[in-house]
């Protein structure tokens, strides 16, 4: 028998990996009927050694039946699969011959076994596959600890009956069972077919009344004694969290013992901690990662996002890279690594650590500092590029992020991530038809992703169906509820259909998804226009103290106090704008805020003496230069110098011939001056 079930399980591993979910099954239910047939011949001369061996085999096939399942789409049926076979190998760890796992309430700490003496066993019955993660795991622990950790469980069962015993007299269902079991007795004595009937059954062979899987008790909570008890409640916990039990995932993973956590655990652990908003529980869980696999970018991007320290991630990366140094040598003995050494590593992930944190304290030049070092030693690295080209946009320089966004898309044209940030450079250029080949590209290569509906929400609002690209935001989050991006969109959106207090909504939550200057902007914004100023304002005072000396956040803090009436407020406002400016002199926000605050002041020789500087500092960017034109013809119409306002209102129009308020300014001054010459004669 147990030659047949291995070759099953051999096969079936085969049909798992080329996705025969239902030929793989098949193949596992006839080899479960196959071992209950022999159980069930062998019962009354089987031996305490042959019924784990087969209640290991049980326990391979319900897994099997397990990944099948989950395969299939029917999560339900797999965590049941799943906690079945973590429950059959439970009990053949601690001895238990009964129906019913040894219970252990004391959490993921396993206090309790820690005090009981330990009996260490090696378990030749079961074949693991060991990894190269599974391999740093065996060189960082010892020998003992390798083992499986079998617990005398005398002491918990007698503990575990005694609590069901007062259950039931609690209950009163044990004298209602024994005044029916006396009941029983007696009517079979009594009763001569009853006994025709019992000799006929001592006659049949034995068969087992109920389905084996049924006998057992899946509802006690205990802690895996084995990495294999370890994987299938990592199984359990996605398959709880694809029915968005995320409570229950979170708590299959938690009671695996820290001997027993590899990194694939650890990075679950991450992503469901970050679901239910407990961050710092989070950086934790990513950083064991970290120490496990130092290689994983997406636990070092998360980690940027959690608030977790630089120091912390950079000492997590450099036991990460010792333990797989040690993990070459044990794998590759004939290879000479040298632990840390730069040249050694296969990922620059320091340099990225530096990159991703640059960014998170808002320095977004640094980050793209780091960034164009490693492409210049990593040349037409598509990874590094979509980062440079998302920096770029983070920075406002849109036409270089343009470029460079079309760089990946030759190196490679079938890429996803980020592409709604270049939709979203397409979408303020007003450039359809490279929107709508993108949209196309996207669609061809992924509808599950986030990405490809955003876009089309930027391609629907071009042509003017602004509902329609609502409802496809609302496609893109129901995909991942937990794109920043797609949230801020959506609250652009509603800004611009005069709905303030659906942006506020929607600019919160990617605020807390990912707290970046843009999502902070969008939300003062909303809370502006739905005249809410002090919270306008608080927010604003939290960008400062997060990164007080960036342009943008004393931008941000400058424009905000500038829309109130307050002469004090005003004051502040230009003192922030005027140092956003020194430190950012192609800050446009920052310009024109501070020239309406001097415009309102009458202040037109500072206007133009700062607009004229603007200019300066923009003159390879012909984008904004036709505003700055338009603006400093107003100022010269204030000032009653008409030569100079006609002079800037025709370089706009030159510039732009498209630009409305240069058209309407030009306008309103010939009008003045005709109206200027009929009075003179």
Same mark, same amino acid.
């Given at each position: 028998?147990?030659?047949?079930?291995?070759?099953?399980?051999?096969?079936?591993?085969?049909?798992?990996?080329?996705?025969?979910?239902?030929?793989?099954?098949?193949?596992?239910?006839?080899?479960?009927?196959?071992?209950?047939?022999?159980?069930?011949?062998?019962?009354?001369?089987?031996?305490?050694?042959?019924?784990?061996?087969?209640?290991?085999?049980?326990?391979?096939?319900?897994?099997?039946?397990?990944?099948?399942?989950?395969?299939?789409?029917?999560?339900?049926?797999?965590?049941?699969?799943?906690?079945?076979?973590?429950?059959?190998?439970?009990?053949?760890?601690?001895?238990?011959?009964?129906?019913?796992?040894?219970?252990?309430?004391?959490?993921?700490?396993?206090?309790?076994? =820690?005090?009981?003496?330990?009996?260490?066993?090696?378990?030749?019955?079961?074949?693991?596959?060991?990894?190269?993660?599974?391999?740093?795991?065996?060189?960082?622990?010892?020998?003992?600890?390798?083992?499986?950790?079998?617990?005398?469980?005398?002491?918990?069962?007698?503990?575990?009956?005694?609590?069901?015993?007062?259950?039931?007299?609690?209950?009163?269902?044990?004298?209602?069972?024994?005044?029916?079991?006396?009941?029983?007795?007696?009517?079979?004595?009594?009763?001569?077919?009853?006994?025709?009937?019992?000799?006929?059954?001592?006659?049949?062979?034995?068969?087992?009344?109920?389905?084996?899987?049924?006998?057992?008790?899946?509802?006690?909570?205990?802690?895996?004694?084995?990495?294999?008890?370890?994987?299938?409640?990592?199984? %359990?916990?996605?398959?709880?969290?694809?029915?968005?039990?995320?409570?229950?995932?979170? $708590?299959?993973?938690?009671?695996?013992?820290?001997?027993?956590?590899?990194?694939?655990? +650890?990075?679950?652990?991450? =992503?469901?901690?970050?679901?239910?908003?407990?961050?710092?529980?989070?950086?934790?869980?990513?950083?064991?990662?970290?120490?496990?696999?130092?290689?994983?970018?997406?636990?070092?991007?998360?980690?940027?996002?959690?608030?977790?320290? %630089?120091?912390?991630?950079?000492?997590?990366?450099?036991?990460?890279?010792?333990?797989?140094?040690?993990?070459?040598?044990?794998?590759?003995?004939?290879?000479?690594?040298?632990?840390?050494?730069?040249?050694?590593?296969?990922?620059?992930?320091?340099?990225?650590?530096?990159?991703?944190?640059?960014?998170?304290?808002?320095?977004?030049?640094?980050?793209?500092?780091?960034?164009?070092?490693?492409?210049?030693?990593?040349?037409?690295?598509?990874?590094?590029?979509?980062?440079?080209?998302?920096?770029?946009?983070?920075?406002?320089?849109?036409?270089?992020?343009?470029?460079?966004?079309?760089?990946?898309?030759?190196?490679?044209?079938?890429?996803?991530?980020?592409?709604?940030?270049?939709?979203?450079?397409?979408?303020?250029?007003?450039?359809?038809?490279?929107?709508?080949? @993108?949209?196309?590209?996207?669609?061809?290569?992924?509808?599950?992703?986030?990405?490809?509906?955003?876009?089309?929400?930027?391609?629907?609002?071009? +042509?003017?169906?602004?509902?329609?690209? @609502?409802?496809?935001?609302?496609?893109?989050?129901?995909?991942? $509820?937990? &794109?920043?991006?797609?949230?801020?969109?959506?609250?652009?959106?509603?800004?611009? %259909?005069?709905?303030?207090?659906?942006?506020?909504?929607?600019?919160?939550?990617?605020?807390?998804?990912?707290?970046? @200057?843009?999502?902070?902007?969008?939300?003062?914004?909303?809370?502006? /226009?739905?005249?809410?100023?002090?919270?306008?304002?608080?927010?604003?005072?939290?960008?400062?103290?997060?990164?007080?000396?960036?342009?943008?956040?004393?931008?941000?803090?400058?424009?905000?106090?500038?829309?109130?009436?307050?002469?004090?407020?005003? =004051?502040?406002?230009?003192?922030?704008?005027?140092?956003?400016?020194?430190?950012?002199?192609?800050?446009?926000? $920052?310009?024109?805020?501070?020239?309406?605050?001097?415009?309102?002041?009458?202040?037109?020789?500072?206007?133009?003496?700062?607009?004229?500087?603007?200019?300066?500092? @923009?003159?390879?960017?012909?984008?904004?230069?036709?505003?700055?034109?338009?603006?400093?013809?107003?100022?010269?119409?204030?000032? %009653?110098?008409?030569?100079?306002?006609?002079?800037?209102?025709?370089? /706009?129009?030159?510039?732009?011939? &498209?630009?409305?308020?240069?058209?309407?300014?030009?306008?309103?001054?010939?009008?003045?001056?005709?109206?200027?010459?009929?009075?003179?004669?």
């Amino acid at each position: 028998t147990a030659n047949r079930v291995n070759k099953a399980q051999f096969e079936c591993q085969t049909l798992l990996r080329a996705k025969q979910y239902k030929s793989c099954e098949v193949l596992a239910l006839f080899s479960l009927s196959k071992i209950e047939a022999q159980a069930s011949k062998q019962q009354q001369a089987s031996s305490q050694e042959w019924s784990e061996n087969i209640e290991i085999l049980r326990a391979s096939l319900e897994e099997i039946l397990g990944d099948c399942a989950e395969g299939q789409g029917r999560y339900q049926r797999a965590i049941e699969c799943f906690r079945q076979a973590a429950v059959r190998r439970h009990m053949r760890a601690t001895g238990s011959n009964g129906s019913t796992p040894t219970r252990c309430n004391e959490g993921p700490s396993n206090k309790a076994l =820690k005090k009981q003496p330990k009996v260490h066993v090696a378990d030749g019955s079961e074949d693991v596959e060991m990894t190269l993660v599974d391999v740093t795991d065996s060189f960082e622990d010892s020998q003992d600890q390798r083992r499986e950790n079998v617990q005398p469980v005398n002491e918990y069962r007698h503990r575990y009956n005694t609590r069901q015993r007062k259950k039931k007299q609690a209950d009163g269902i044990m004298e209602d069972n024994q005044n029916t079991n006396s009941m029983d007795q007696q009517h079979q004595k009594s009763d001569p077919k009853m006994k025709k009937h019992q000799k006929k059954v001592r006659k049949q062979p034995n068969k087992p009344t109920e389905d084996h899987a049924k006998a057992i008790d899946t509802s006690i909570d205990f802690a895996p004694l084995s990495i294999a008890e370890a994987n299938l409640s990592v199984k %359990e916990s996605r398959c709880h969290a694809k029915l968005g039990n995320f409570l229950e995932a979170t $708590s299959s993973l938690e009671k695996i013992g820290n001997e027993f956590k590899l990194f694939e655990t +650890y990075m679950e652990m991450g =992503k469901l901690y970050t679901l239910v908003g407990r961050r710092t529980n989070a950086a934790r869980a990513y950083v064991e990662a970290l120490r496990k696999m130092p290689y994983c970018i997406e636990a070092l991007e998360a980690l940027a996002t959690t608030g977790c320290k %630089e120091v912390d991630v950079m000492e997590a990366i450099e036991q990460g890279i010792r333990a797989r140094s040690g993990a070459y040598q044990y794998v590759f003995p004939e290879s000479e690594t040298n632990a840390g050494s730069q040249s050694d590593l296969l990922v620059p992930v320091k340099e990225l650590v530096k990159a991703h944190f640059s960014a998170r304290r808002y320095d977004q030049a640094t980050a793209l500092e780091y960034f164009k070092s490693l492409q210049s030693e990593f040349p037409n690295n598509p990874h590094l590029l979509l980062n440079i080209a998302n920096t770029q946009c983070k920075l406002g320089d849109f036409s270089t992020a343009e470029a460079t966004f079309q760089s990946v898309r030759r190196l490679d044209i079938h890429t996803i991530d980020y592409m709604d940030r270049y939709a979203f450079i397409l979408h303020k250029r007003m450039d359809k038809n490279k929107l709508n080949s @993108l949209s196309n590209d996207l669609l061809k290569t992924s509808d599950r992703r986030p990405e490809t509906w955003v876009c089309l929400a930027f391609l629907s609002d071009l +042509y003017g169906s602004k509902e329609k690209s @609502l409802m496809y935001l609302d496609k893109a989050l129901s995909i991942d $509820s937990r &794109h920043s991006f797609a949230h801020r969109i959506k609250g652009i959106f509603h800004i611009s %259909e005069n709905r303030p207090e659906y942006a506020v909504m929607s600019f919160f939550r990617a605020n807390e998804i990912s707290k970046d @200057l843009e999502s902070y902007e969008g939300l003062v914004e909303a809370y502006l /226009a739905s005249e809410k100023y002090k919270e306008a304002v608080v927010t604003a005072k939290n960008v400062i103290s997060a990164a007080p000396n960036n342009a943008r956040a004393l931008a941000l803090l400058g424009i905000t106090l500038s829309r109130s009436s307050s002469r004090e407020a005003q =004051k502040r406002a230009k003192r922030a704008l005027t140092k956003a400016l020194a430190l950012d002199s192609t800050d446009l926000r $920052s310009l024109l805020a501070l020239v309406n605050l001097h415009l309102k002041d009458e202040e037109c020789d500072s206007c133009v003496e700062l607009l004229s500087r603007g200019m300066e500092s @923009l003159r390879t960017n012909d984008q904004d230069l036709p505003l700055l034109h338009t603006k400093l013809g107003n100022v010269y119409t204030m000032k %009653e110098d008409y030569e100079n306002a006609l002079k800037h209102y025709h370089s /706009a129009i030159s510039l732009n011939p &498209h630009d409305s308020d240069a058209h309407q300014g030009l306008e309103e001054l010939e009008k003045l001056m005709r109206s200027l010459n009929g009075d003179t004669s």
